[in-house]
């Protein structure tokens, strides 16, 4: 046998026609009484063992069993090599058994899983025709027993190829036969009877035999009788009896007896009347007991053998472990460090918010301490927050009625000022024209907004006698000028020497357009390009005037000294100098400034003496006619003596400090040009020194050397503005400057009156424009707040002079 499953594996005889195979298993013990039963009753036939072997499923080891599929391959094959091993020991009982009685048997096996299947593959495979096999285990054994009762016997009974006759035998009893055939067509009682009857000669044996399917009448009877002649050859001769048949008295009987027994009884048999049968039995049990022994010591060896591989296994497994133990160790020591290394960050952590929840805790203590005083003051300010509301609500209240009374006043005074208008009319003849006269009292009111609150950004300019703040006064752009409200005088002669100063008019002259007699301020038309020594020291933006320009000015400020001069009673300006001299869009010069000295109450005015050298700028003294300070008087000289520096100015945009002693050097050494602005271009230069040696006069020490403005100054003036109107730079005059024409009209204003927009119109034209149902402005096309118009003092006084000139 190979080893290979169902590899069937035959030794000895082949001739399977005339040969009896017995089936026998593992105990030697239970299928030796069924060998013995197909020797006795197929004496004289081939006899060849059949085993199957079915190896086993679980392996014991050092008491302990195992699973074959759980053991290695190596530690399998070798335990499959003992079995086998132990197969053939078993076979090679049999075949000793066999021999002890003289017959050579040969053997087949197989080795499969499944003993019953082996059984049946094996009989298909060589075509077995006659088969003994156990019927059952021998304790089952009964008198009674009639049919097979093991699982393998049955599944062979009914699965074997139907050409095989079986002998299915129990405790060395035939039990049941199954013919060729196939059909169960035989008892074993008849059977047995007719065995007896065979064996007794009797006729009737035929008859049964033939029911035998494929055992011929003669071959029953021959097997018998052959095996009794070999039993005879070996011992005695003597048929056997039915209780020989079953082992009871045949010399057989004693080797089916018993397993222990049986050699030395079968060997007593079959030796007997043999002489050296004792030492050959023996040597026999030696050999058995030597077997047993190496049987006994490779068992021994092999258990040894499977030890060592499980303890090499135990070790190789142990190192592995080890191994794996010691890098589990390293990363548990790696994970430890990280671990330790984010408890450690994890504590800090802990410990900042601890910290934190400390301060927090703190805080909140605190916070809860102050809720009370925090909550009691919360409602002190409510209810302070409802007394001011309610104060508000109140001073609200107050205010419209104020503001009712106001208006209401407002009227009444506006109706008062035009009753006093009429009035004047009738008085003062000349003054024809009451628009031309027109002059407004402020409320406080009115200027705190057209200022914006006195916003500092709105501030133009820090005098003498206060400061200058420009303002939107119903809708005129306007300059106001706050004096200090201390002082004696009353509001009624403040505003009688106010109205007096809006009286004197002239071109070059600022226009007072009203007053504030509450807050004591003069409001004056805006004139936006700045005052003349900003132009002359280029501050700011401004930029240097050509020397066209600053003639025209010297001719205006001379026009409106003469003009006041020849004023009845004479007007003396008395603080001439350029932060006075200001400039409109044209560059039209107009003297600021006059008359405030007498709008100062009594006890403020300071006399000229201290007021002069107590200025801040010490620059403002040069201007001062150097007389007053021994005289403590103003004289028309004062005036010349001013314009004279201002003359100068004009003339070399030097600072006043020693610029008579400049000028008078220049002439003297004859380079004048030297000191002249060369800013303003180039200068007609005759003409021009003979208006600075005049400037000069003007500047004389005494007043009586001074020069007359009439009769001297002017012409020299008028002189060089007439080459100015020659020059082409300078513009003509006749041109009609843009801002005299309505927009409208396209004609030089007669009336020129502000709207809502800003812009002057004439009046006819936007009346026309507001009767025809316009609410809009002409030039922006913007809805207008409302369609009230305010006249346009200070341009009706410019066009009024324009014309006049030309
Ligand atoms: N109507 C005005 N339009 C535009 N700017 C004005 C007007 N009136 C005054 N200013 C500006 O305010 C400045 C201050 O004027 P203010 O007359 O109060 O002082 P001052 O001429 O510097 O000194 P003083 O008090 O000696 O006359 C002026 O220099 C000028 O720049």
């Known amino acids: 046998m190979g080893g290979g499953e169902g590899e069937i594996e035959i030794e000895g005889l082949c001739d399977v026609e005339n040969t009896i195979f017995v089936a026998v298993g593992n105990n030697v013990k239970e299928s030796k009484s069924t060998l013995l039963w197909a020797l006795q009753s197929f004496a004289g036939k081939k006899i060849c063992l059949l085993h199957v072997h079915e190896p086993a499923h679980s392996v014991s080891l050092i008491n302990e069993k195992f699973a074959v599929n759980k053991l290695k391959h190596q530690v399998v094959k070798a335990y499959r090599e003992l079995e086998r091993e132990k197969m053939n020991e078993v076979l090679k009982q049999y075949l000793l058994i066999l021999a002890q009685v003289g017959v050579q048997a040969g053997k087949v096996c197989t080795e499969t899983d499944?003993?019953?299947?082996?059984?049946?593959?094996?009989?298909?495979?060589?075509?077995?025709?006659?088969?003994?096999?156990?019927?059952?285990?021998?304790?089952?054994?009964?008198?009674?027993?009639?049919?097979?009762?093991?699982?393998?016997?049955?599944?062979?009974?009914?699965?074997?190829?139907?050409?095989?006759?079986?002998?299915?035998?129990?405790?060395?009893?035939?039990?049941?036969?199954?013919?060729?055939?196939?059909?169960?067509?035989?008892?074993?009682?008849?059977?047995?009877?007719?065995?007896?009857?065979?064996?007794?000669?009797?006729?009737?044996?035929?008859?049964?035999a033939d029911e035998v399917g494929g055992m011929s009448k003669g071959f029953a009877s021959q097997v018998l009788v052959q095996s009794t002649d070999n039993l005879v050859g070996t011992s005695k001769s003597y048929p056997l009896s039915?209780?020989?048949?079953?082992?009871?008295?045949?010399?057989?009987?004693?080797?089916?007896?018993?397993?222990?027994?049986?050699?030395?009884?079968?060997?007593?048999?079959?030796?007997?009347?043999?002489?050296?049968?004792?030492?050959?039995?023996?040597?026999?049990?030696?050999?058995?007991?030597?077997?047993?022994?190496?049987?006994?010591?490779?068992?021994?060896?092999?258990?040894?053998?499977?030890?060592?591989?499980?303890?090499?296994?135990?070790?190789?497994?142990?190192?592995?472990?080890?191994?794996?133990?010691?890098?589990?160790?390293?990363?548990?020591?790696?994970?430890?460090?990280?671990?330790?290394?984010?408890?450690?960050?994890?504590?800090?952590?802990?410990?900042?918010?601890?910290?934190?929840?400390?301060?927090?805790?703190?805080?909140?203590?605190?916070?809860?301490?102050?809720?009370?005083?925090?909550?009691?003051?919360?409602?002190?300010?409510?209810?302070?927050?409802?007394?001011?509301?309610?104060?508000?609500?109140?001073?609200?209240?107050?205010?419209?009625?104020?503001?009712?009374?106001?208006?209401?006043?407002?009227?009444?005074?506006?109706?008062?000022?035009?009753?006093?208008?009429?009035?004047?009319?009738?008085?003062?003849?000349?003054?024809?024209?009451?628009?031309?006269?027109?002059?407004?009292?402020?409320?406080?009111?009115?200027?705190?907004?057209?200022?914006?609150?006195?916003?500092?950004?709105?501030?133009?300019?820090?005098?003498?006698?206060?400061?200058?703040?420009?303002?939107?006064?119903?809708?005129?752009?306007?300059?106001?000028?706050?004096?200090?409200?201390?002082?004696?005088?009353?509001?009624?002669?403040?505003?009688?020497?106010?109205?007096?100063?809006?009286?004197?008019?002239?071109?070059?002259?600022?226009?007072?357009?009203?007053?504030?007699?509450?807050?004591?301020?003069?409001?004056?038309?805006?004139?936006?390009?700045?005052?003349?020594?900003?132009?002359?020291?280029?501050?700011?933006?401004?930029?240097?005037?050509?020397?066209?320009?600053?003639?025209?000015?010297?001719?205006?400020?001379?026009?409106?000294?003469?003009?006041?001069?020849?004023?009845?009673?004479c007007i003396i300006h008395g603080n001439l100098k350029p932060t006075n001299v200001l400039l409109d869009a044209n560059f039209v010069s107009k003297l600021s400034d006059l008359g405030i000295r007498h709008l100062i109450p009594r006890d403020e005015k300071p006399t000229y003496k201290p007021t002069f050298c107590n200025k801040t700028d010490p620059e403002d003294s040069v201007y001062e006619d150097p007389e007053i300070p021994e005289t403590g008087e103003l004289t028309v000289e004062s005036d010349v003596y001013s314009f004279g520096i201002v003359l100068l100015r004009l003339l070399t945009g030097r600072p006043a400090f020693g610029i008579v002693k400049d000028v008078k050097c220049a002439l003297e050494r004859d380079n004048f040009s030297t000191v002249l602005d060369r800013r303003a271009g180039e200068w007609p230069l005759e003409e021009t020194k003979t208006l600075a040696q005049l400037a000069l006069r003007c500047c004389e020490n005494k007043g009586e050397d001074r020069p007359d403005l009439v009769s001297e100054v002017w012409s020299v003036i008028e002189l060089l503005r007439e080459l100015c109107t020659s020059n082409r730079d300078c513009k003509g005059p006749h041109r009609i400057p843009s801002h005299f024409v309505c927009p409208i009209f396209q004609e030089v204003m007669k009336e020129p009156h502000i709207a809502a927009d800003g812009f002057t119109y004439e009046a006819d034209a936007i009346k026309g424009w507001f009767n025809s149902g316009h609410k809009t402005s002409p030039m922006t096309n913007l809805k207008l707040d409302h369609c009230d118009l305010t006249p346009n003092n200070a341009l009706y006084n410019a066009i009024q002079e324009w014309q006049q000139r030309s």
């Open 114 to 208: 499944n003993v019953e299947k082996g059984i049946v593959q094996i009989i298909a495979q060589h075509d077995i025709r006659w088969l003994v096999m156990g019927a059952a285990a021998d304790k089952h054994y009964s008198k009674k027993l009639s049919e097979v009762k093991s699982k393998k016997a049955t599944f062979v009974c009914q699965q074997a190829p139907v050409s095989c006759s079986i002998w299915f035998v129990c405790n060395g009893c035939l039990i049941y036969t199954r013919s060729r055939c196939g059909n169960l067509i035989s008892h074993v009682g008849s059977f047995l009877r007719s065995d007896t009857k065979l064996l007794q000669g009797n006729a009737e044996a035929d008859e049964d």
């Open 242 to 569: 039915m209780d020989e048949m079953r082992g009871v008295a045949s010399p057989l009987y004693s080797l089916h007896k018993s397993q222990g027994h049986l050699d030395r009884s079968s060997s007593v048999v079959l030796l007997e009347g043999k002489s050296d049968g004792q030492e050959t039995s023996e040597i026999c049990d030696k050999l058995e007991h030597a077997k047993t022994n190496a049987a006994s010591l490779k068992q021994k060896a092999f258990e040894e053998s499977v030890k060592r591989w499980k303890t090499e296994e135990d070790a190789l497994e142990a190192i592995r472990k080890a191994e794996a133990l010691e890098s589990s160790c390293m990363n548990e020591i790696k994970q430890r460090k990280e671990m330790e290394e984010v408890l450690s960050d994890q504590r800090q952590e802990l410990e900042r918010m601890k910290n934190q929840h400390d301060q927090y805790t703190k805080e909140l203590q605190m916070v809860r301490d102050q809720k009370p005083v925090l909550e009691s003051q919360l409602i002190e300010s409510r209810s302070a927050e409802e007394e001011l509301e309610e104060k508000i609500v109140q001073a609200v209240k107050l205010l419209v009625t104020f503001k009712e009374k106001r208006d209401k006043l407002q009227i009444e005074h506006d109706e008062a000022i035009r009753e006093l208008g009429g009035l004047r009319k009738v008085v003062n003849k000349n003054a024809a024209d009451s628009f031309k006269l027109q002059f407004f009292a402020f409320s406080f009111w009115e200027i705190n907004e057209a200022t914006r609150d006195f916003d500092p950004s709105w501030k133009i300019g820090d005098g003498r006698y206060g400061s200058v703040y420009k303002g939107l006064l119903r809708h005129l752009k306007v300059a106001i000028k706050m004096l200090p409200s201390r002082g004696s005088q009353g509001h009624v002669e403040f505003e009688h020497e106010a109205w007096a100063l809006s009286r004197v008019r002239h071109r070059n002259l600022v226009t007072l357009i009203g007053t504030c007699p509450e807050s004591r301020s003069l409001v004056y038309e805006y004139l936006r390009n700045g005052n003349l020594e900003e132009h002359l020291a280029c501050q700011g933006k401004a930029p240097p005037l050509s020397w066209q320009t600053r003639t025209k000015i010297a001719s205006e400020l001379c026009s409106v000294l003469i003009f006041l001069h020849s004023s009845r009673p």
